[in-house]
């Protein structure tokens, strides 16, 4: 069933953009209803970030990101198969001086679980190497296809979290920037528990503790699916000041409140169907 799958997406980047989106959006539709888990892990989630938000808006909210989320899968037929030009076309970027101007410099780009994450790395590998870690997937062949996605272009470093973070480093002292993305529950291990939307969530310290070591500049950013056929932008910020402290707690915090920043002003685009609240402090009851 995964190879008809992917043989179809295969076939859609040929399509006119447009119809990719429409058709990103009748998935989303149908996904909702077909994956109860999923709607049922997105549902808890916003009303656990959002508890003074009206029941029917949050709804309205969970059904939008799906189709948002089907969107932005439907569209990896472009960033794995579409040629650059393509690519540079629908992908926009603001604010790639902020990264330039730490030529020489290591670099780690903060980029959190937006449902444009991959598009945002695929325009970028257009412009810079990389390095960036993946987890396999339970599809081999999606796993296999996500690192070819990811390395198209340029010469990226793609570590797989058995590597571990010594090979990540060894990327940065190449001057490689690190796409780095710390914002998923990742069991309790070496986490703290730290509010996003006011809910404690077991949050990995790492952000500051890479930063720390590769003495490495942070910069934020995100990137939005745009409304309609107006494809992708992506924002690098200015390097974060005073960033790591000597306090883990409170740079971990300043991630989180970062995220929560960019989520109020996309909040269909997060990763809602992630179990962000999976893990509990001991003794709590468990969400899911």
Not at 16 to 38: H, K, Q
Not at 52 to 76: I, N, P, Q, T, Y
Not at 164 to 177: Q, V
Request: glycine share 6%; net charge positive.
């Amino acid at each position: 069933m995964s190879r008809i799958i992917f043989g179809l997406l295969w076939i859609a980047h040929f399509l006119p953009y447009r119809v990719l989106a429409g058709i990103g959006n009748m998935v989303g539709v149908m996904t909702f209803w077909m994956i109860p888990e999923r709607r049922s892990v997105t549902r808890i989630n916003l009303e656990k970030c959002f508890p003074g938000m009206k029941s029917e808006e949050r709804e309205a909210l969970a059904k939008a990101h799906f189709r948002a989320f089907c969107r932005s899968f439907v569209d990896r037929a472009l960033l794995w198969w579409a040629p650059r030009a393509r690519i540079e076309r629908l992908v926009r970027i603001e604010g790639m001086e902020n990264l330039r101007v730490h030529k020489g410099v290591p670099v780690i780009l903060l980029a959190p679980h937006f449902v444009g994450l991959d598009a945002g790395f695929a325009r970028l590998a257009c412009e810079v190497d990389m390095v960036s870690m993946y987890a396999n997937q339970k599809e081999p062949l999606f796993s296999e296809l996500l690192k070819l996605g990811r390395s198209r272009f340029g010469s990226q470093r793609l570590v797989s979290r058995q590597e571990g973070i010594r090979a990540t480093l060894a990327a940065m002292r190449e001057g490689r920037p690190f796409y780095y993305l710390p914002d998923q529950d990742y069991g309790p291990r070496d986490t703290l528990f730290v509010p996003f939307f006011g809910v404690p969530a077991a949050t990995t310290p790492g952000l500051a503790r890479i930063a720390r070591v590769a003495g490495a500049r942070v910069l934020p950013c995100a990137t939005t699916l745009l409304p309609g056929r107006a494809g992708y932008l992506l924002r690098i910020e200015q390097a974060w000041d005073n960033f790591p402290t000597a306090d883990p707690a409170a740079d971990t915090r300043r991630m989180n409140e970062y995220i929560e920043r960019r989520a109020l002003e996309m909040p269909e685009q997060y990763f809602w169907m992630h179990k962000r609240f999976k893990t509990r402090p001991e003794g709590e009851t468990r969400f899911y």
